[in-house]
């Protein structure tokens, strides 16, 4: 900057005298009448950057600048200096310094430069006036720079600091998830630790007494008691294979409410008959029903082939079609159902047995739910058939609900989309 202003104040007094063109005859700051220097805040001279008068050497360098003048303007450079910090710049004193030609009155001016000083002296106030007025542009162009850098550096300040904020708020919201996150698989393992803990508990309670039955007639048919009586060793084989056949079931059921909370249960869905799969289910179990007593009747009209998992189809049959066959008592009726209903698979099994009581309703289709009826035919329930049937029906994309009351009987209705079936008739 200090070279800045030394080259304004060179441009602002061309060379004049003879042949200079200036009618005024004064001398420019370029010729031998003027001098420029650049100091630090302490005043001590930097650099000369222009001495016309050969009063300020290379020796001026390293000292305060009035140590420059003559003895008596001593103190007056130092009232100069002074006051040229104070205000920024300082002009019209006059100051006596020696020269190549003897000491000679100059007129002195300074300027401000950032933590400088930069100081113009000229024979006449005339060129010493426009050579400040050259230093107080360059100064305000210093300042205008200056203060465009200060506000380029505020404006990417406040954009280090905007992206510094959005940051954290982008970090803030991934936390939030993270914690909603956190917060639902807590949950969902609590759930999952709890649904453990009743398994164990259900296979204590319920694998007991089955097993217990079994040791008891097992030992009865080893000693004496059924020896000679083939009757009464058939009821103990009976008992035997229906203790069994309940813990089989049990085990399956367990091991199908474990893949499906682990995200296991998937359907392998295949173009087929469901009203085929439905009667040979039906007529499979015609003699289960027959032997209790039970009239079992299966009709079906209109019902398109298509998309659904046979395999799940049949344990969906299985566990509703059972709970008929388990809860009606003997002279009664299920009967099962197959029908179209726009774009859905309708599906019910009907039984006219005692009802369901409207505070176990809810519970059925839970793990572990079970009303307070009881089976006329001795069958125990796992509590779990009609929640595996919901997840099943689910997982095909359909839904499934129950209407009973008591001593009004019970159906269950599920729907299931016909998917890659025709499409209904209007």
Not at 231 to 238: A, D, Q, S
Not at 270 to 294: D, K, N
Not at 359 to 387: I, V, W
């Amino acid at each position: 900057m200090s070279a800045d202003l030394a080259g304004s104040a060179d441009a602002a007094g061309p060379a004049s005298g003879p042949g200079s063109g200036r009618p005024d005859g004064q001398e420019g700051i370029a010729g031998r009448g003027g001098a420029a220097l650049a100091c630090d805040s302490g005043a001590v001279v930097r650099r000369v950057l222009r001495d016309d008068l050969g009063a300020f050497g290379p020796e001026a360098v390293g000292k305060p600048f009035p140590l420059t003048l003559e003895r008596d303007s001593f103190r007056k450079g130092l009232d100069f200096v002074a006051e040229a910090r104070k205000s920024g710049a300082a002009f019209d004193y006059e100051l006596t310094v020696g020269t190549a030609e003897g000491p000679r009155a100059l007129h002195f001016a300074a300027a401000v430069d950032g933590d400088g000083l930069t100081v113009v002296c000229e024979r006449e106030p005339s060129k010493l006036y426009g050579a400040f007025e050259d230093l107080a542009a360059a100064l305000a162009e210093r300042v205008d720079l200056e203060r465009d850098r200060e506000r380029e550096r505020a404006r990417a300040a406040a954009e280090r600091e905007q992206i510094s904020f959005e940051s954290v708020a982008a970090l803030n919201n991934e936390l939030v998830d993270m914690q909603r996150e956190l917060a639902r698989k807590n949950a969902r393992l609590k759930e999952l630790s709890e649904l453990k803990d009743r398994f164990v508990a259900m296979a204590a309670h319920d694998l007991r007494s089955p097993l217990t039955a079994v040791a008891m007639y097992a030992d009865f048919l080893m000693g004496d008691a059924g020896r000679d009586d083939p009757e009464r060793r058939r009821e103990y084989l009976k008992v035997i294979r229906g203790s069994v056949d309940f813990m089989v079931g049990l085990i399956d059921s367990l091991l199908d409410v474990t893949g499906i909370e682990s995200g296991g249960l998937g359907v392998d869905l295949r173009p087929g008959s469901l009203t085929e799969l439905a009667a040979r289910y039906a007529a499979r179990m015609a003699p289960v029903a027959e032997a209790r007593g039970i009239a079992l009747r299966f009709d079906s009209g209109g019902l398109p082939d298509f998309l659904f998992d046979p395999i799940r189809a049949e344990q969906l049959l299985a566990n509703l079609v059972g709970n008929g066959l388990k809860f009606v008592p003997s002279g009664g009726t299920v009967r099962l159902s197959l029908r179209r209903d726009g774009s859905d698979a309708l599906l019910e099994v009907r039984d006219d047995g005692p009802g369901i009581a409207a505070e176990d309703q809810a519970k059925l289709f839970a793990y572990f739910g079970r009303g307070s009826s009881r089976s006329p035919h001795g069958e125990r329930s796992t509590g779990l058939g009609l929640a595996i049937c919901k997840r099943i029906v689910e997982a095909h994309g359909g839904s499934i609900r129950l209407e009973s009351a008591p001593g009004e009987g019970t159906t269950v209705v599920v729907r299931l989309p016909l998917a890659g079936a025709d499409a209904p008739a209007p």
